[in-house]
């Protein structure tokens, strides 16, 4: 079953504005990480929040999680061309003894 | 640093035939996990080894499924017989520690007629 949840499935925005793309969960998690996978590529480690995490920041990434609504979110600032990619979150159980459950994904388009 | 390894790229074979996956892993990673990509699925988790050790292999769809951690280099997905929803896109990934970050390979993009 999946565990994260993206929200919106689709978004296409004009090259230099944000972009913010939610994710929400079911269960008690240790960590959230967001990856971006490009066509035909795999997926590729974009940031980890901690589940005493509230918000980090990597570049022009930022992620929160809000742990009381089981929910986190990525902003890409000042968006480019090549940040068209899904992007996806994905959960441990919280135990620590599963692998990483991921989301169907957010599949961003940046038009130029 | 190479990165994850798959191989083939690509995978197309006719229904019934056995088909296996090959990976190999980061130099160093402990833990490697096996997961498929569908459209209506999303990613899926098939199996995961710890320091060679399958640990968690529920997501495994079928008996035709199976995998093996030989070495601490060298991973195979093996199905036999194959089917023709058996096509997807299989990842291999591979990381320090259980909850540490993954990294893919470019996966194997199966297809079974």
């Known amino acids: 079953s999946q565990q994260g949840e993206e929200d919106p499935q689709a978004l296409s925005i004009q090259e230099g504005e944000n972009a913010t793309m939610n994710c929400s969960y079911k269960?008690?998690?240790?960590?959230l990480q967001w990856y971006r996978q490009n066509s035909g590529r795999g997926l590729v480690h974009l940031i980890l929040i901690r589940s005493n995490e509230r918000e980090k920041h990597s570049g022009r990434l930022r992620v929160t999680l809000d742990t009381s609504k089981k929910s986190s979110s990525l902003l890409i600032t000042a968006s480019r061309a090549a940040d068209t990619a899904s992007y996806f979150c994905a959960t441990d159980s919280g135990g620590g003894a599963d692998g990483l459950t991921f989301g169907k994904g957010t599949h961003l388009i940046i038009q130029p | 640093d190479a990165g994850v390894i798959q191989s083939p790229r690509h995978e197309v074979t006719e229904m019934g035939q056995e088909v296996t996956l090959r990976c190999k892993p980061i130099s160093g990673h402990n833990s490697l996990f096996w997961y498929r990509q569908t459209m209506m699925r999303g990613l899926e988790l098939l199996i995961y080894f710890n320091n060679n050790v399958p640990i968690d292999d529920s997501g495994m769809p079928e008996d035709r499924f199976s995998a093996k951690m030989p070495n601490a280099s060298f991973s195979t997905l093996k199905i036999q017989p194959s089917e023709p929803r058996d096509s997807a896109v299989y990842f291999c990934a591979s990381s320090t520690r259980q909850d540490s970050p993954l990294h893919f390979g470019n996966g194997t993009r199966l297809t079974v007629t």
């Open positions: 269960t008690s998690i240790n960590n």
